[in-house]
């Protein structure tokens, strides 16, 4: 396990976010390679700082976070797919971090922090 904040999780080859489907809890579990791109971005009430789960009025679908509100930034997760998934760590510079080591190799252009 290279990074777990007991609610999203980074293995070698594994994205886990836990309790990503709703109203079950069920997590989403993606293969790295299958990430298109990553970005770091403010997280406003616009994007889902007021969300606890779920997508707000942008294509952004959040995993459970009952402290997103507190939170300045979030991680835009794009597998290609008309809805992106919205992720708030609790150690954001760890996550990204570790994230963009794992997927860089072989997508280095799409690694965007802004």
């Keep these: ?12 080859d594994e994205l886990i976010i836990h309790q990503f489907y709703f109203p079950f809890s069920r997590p989403r579990r993606l293969r790295l390679d299958s990430i298109q791109r990553v970005e770091l971005k403010p997280l406003t009430l616009r994007d889902g700082k007021g969300r606890i789960w779920g997508m707000g009025l942008g294509p952004i679908w959040f995993h459970s976070d009952a402290l997103r509100f507190f939170k300045k930034h979030y991680i835009q997760v794009d597998t290609g797919a008309v809805i992106k998934i919205g992720l708030t760590p609790m150690r954001l510079g760890d996550f990204f971090q570790i994230l963009r080591k794992q997927i860089a190799p072989g997508k280095k252009g799409n690694l965007i922090c802004k």
């Design 1 to 12: 396990m290279l990074y777990d904040d007991g609610s999203l999780q980074i293995t070698n």
